[in-house]
Structures are given as structure tokens and as C-alpha cells.
């Protein structure tokens, strides 16, 4: 299957700054989508990321709190920009696997965030 | 609209069978299944595509039922590694995934 690198893997920030999350594909895709989880909960879509076109923004994300790149079809960012409390999660990134059978989604490892 | 899973959380013994279910409201055209571990991604397990189509990994199989917009996770003769948390999936318009609830399963010795 496809193996998505995710980094960093943890951070404690400081309210009012930005974290910038990277996924580097080993291969090709289409698409990659960006995800929330609370410890303990489901994983909750925030944005559709298409190379050379906007991010799709789930209802409740906005573009200016989770600005998203995707500058080509193996890498996208995901910025978490003015960050409060409430923003601690773990962010996931995710992608549609051809090699998985019939399409199946792969995960980054996440990235754990704790915000002070 | 999220699926619906049940049951929230199940306990077995090595050995025994499990089914955990997802069920949605709206008309389903394919369902997923994912398990992760604590601290971990979710992993793939199978998808399916068709109503009544059933499927096998190993020792864990799912069937879906169109007409009742519903599928069925089977674990039979569990193990302690088929630990973790079970969620499914269904698709919405652009390959978007809208996860259910989850269902934890712990296997004990």
C-alpha cells in the first residue's frame, strides 16, 4: 500500500501562533484529505486538498483558520493559523490507495497538537 | 449524515465472535471498514461496493446490505491483535468519507 509521511508527529504550541502539518505520498494521488480526531472520538473531514485548485472546506472549516497547499500530486500542507486551546487534536492525512484494492484510504501517522 | 455503529464497545475472549454494525439513514453506495490501534492511523480493512456483496480478510468478513442501508463487520475466533477501535466509513460526492462513531473492541486472554 501507500505509505504517507506525516510529520511532525507531535508539538506543544503556543496559543495565537501557527503550525504548519506536512504529508509527502510515495506515490501519485488525486486527492488527500485532511482530518481532525479528539482522543477517544471519530475522525471528522475538515478539507478536500485537488493539486492546482482551492481546498474543498467541510461545513464548520474555513480557509483562513486551516489554509491548505497542495503544490503537487505526492505533498500537501495543512496550517493551523491562530491557534486557541480548542484546536489540541490530532490532525490526520489521508489518501486514496489504488494499490489497497478497489480503492481504500491511507493514513499519515498524524500529528498530535497541544495547544497552551 | 453519519452512519450509525453499534455497539459502542464490545469485551471478547480469545476465540470468541464479534459483529459490530453500521447503518445510515440515507441510501448507501459503498461502506468501508477501518481499525486503529491506540495511538495509531486507521488501517483498511475492506470496502464494499455492492448490496449483498460479502467479503473476507483473514478471519474478518463484512456483508452490506443495500435495502437496509446497513453493513455488518463479522470477527470470528478473535485474537488479541483484532484489538483496536472498528469505524466505518461511507462515501459522499468527491470520495469524501464520513466516518461513524467507532466501536472499540478489546480481546483478553
Known amino acids: 500500500s501507500a505509505v504517507i509521511s506525516q510529520k511532525p508527529s507531535r508539538d506543544i504550541c503556543q496559543r495565537g501562533t501557527s503550525l504548519t502539518i506536512q504529508c509527502q505520498v510515495d506515490s501519485q494521488v488525486t486527492m488527500m484529505f485532511w482530518y481532525r480526531q479528539q482522543p477517544g472520538q471519530s475522525l471528522t473531514l475538515i478539507a478536500t486538498a485537488n493539486q492546482g485548485s482551492e481546498a474543498t472546506y467541510e461545513s464548520g472549516f474555513v480557509i483562513d483558520k486551516f489554509p491548505i497547499s497542495r503544490p503537487n500530486l505526492t505533498f500537501s500542507t495543512l496550517t493551523v493559523s491562530n491557534m486557541s486551546p480548542e484546536d489540541s487534536s490530532i490532525y490526520l492525512c489521508?489518501?486514496?490507495?489504488?494499490?489497497?484494492?478497489?480503492?481504500?484510504?491511507?493514513f499519515g501517522s498524524g500529528t498530535r497538537l497541544t495547544v497552551v | 449524515q453519519q452512519p450509525v455503529q453499534s455497539p459502542q464497545a464490545v469485551i471478547l475472549r480469545e476465540g470468541e465472535d464479534a459483529v459490530i454494525n453500521c447503518s445510515s439513514s440515507?441510501?448507501?453506495?459503498?461502506v468501508h471498514w477501518y481499525r486503529q490501534k491506540h495511538g495509531e492511523a486507521p488501517v483498511f480493512l475492506m470496502i464494499?461496493?455492492?448490496?449483498?456483496e460479502q467479503k473476507g480478510h483473514e478471519k474478518i468478513s463484512a456483508s452490506f446490505n443495500e435495502k437496509k442501508q446497513q453493513s455488518s463487520l463479522y470477527l470470528t475466533a478473535s485474537q488479541l491483535s483484532y484489538s483496536g477501535t472498528y469505524f466505518c466509513?461511507?462515501?459522499?460526492?468527491?470520495?469524501?468519507?464520513?466516518f461513524g462513531e467507532g466501536t472499540q473492541l478489546t480481546v483478553n486472554p
Open positions: 464494499l461496493l455492492k448490496g449483498g
Open positions: 440515507k441510501a448507501l453506495y459503498s
Open positions: 466509513g461511507t462515501e459522499r460526492g468527491g470520495s469524501r468519507l464520513t
Open positions: 489521508s489518501a486514496q490507495d489504488s494499490r489497497l484494492g478497489e480503492n481504500g484510504y491511507t
